[in-house]
Nanobody, 120 residues
Framework: QVQLVESGGGLVQAGGSLRLSCEASGSIFSISAMNWYRQAPGKQRELVAGITSGGITNYADSVKGRFTISRDNARNTVYLQMNSLKPEDTAVYYC??????????????WGQGTQVTVSS
């Protein structure tokens, strides 16, 4: 099994910054993609940013130029640096990783979510 622990959410004013972290632990053999999703009230969960094991990144159009995803493979940790935050970025942010463990084949794992609230 893989456990994901997220941190870094909170309340910030528009134009401010936050940095989310997500550390994966457990009987991990390898991690491929690491992603951040978000879900605002009344909306579907959406992909915000993703990064492959080789460091290739992709972003939702709404966050390009403002958010940066990165990862530390030695620590099994993924980060999301969020700058120039807007009220519409308010959501619960979820970490997602695709991993193989020593006891199970490749599958997706999800964190518990961290609230990000941007006030206007």
């Amino acid at each position: 099994q893989v456990q994901l622990v997220e941190s870094g959410g909170g309340l910030v004013q528009a134009g401010g910054s936050l940095r989310l972290s997500c550390e994966a632990s457990g009987s991990i053999f390898s991690i491929s993609a690491m992603n951040w999703y978000r879900q605002a009230p009344g909306k579907q969960r959406e992909l915000v940013a993703g990064i492959t094991s080789g460091g290739i990144t992709n972003y939702a159009d709404s966050v390009k130029g403002r958010f940066t995803i990165s990862r530390d493979n030695a620590r099994n940790t993924v980060y999301l640096q969020m700058n120039s935050l807007k009220p519409e970025d308010t959501a619960v942010y979820y970490c997602n990783v695709n991993a193989v463990t020593f006891t199970s084949s490749r599958r997706d794992y999800w964190g518990q979510g961290t609230q990000v609230t941007v006030s206007s």
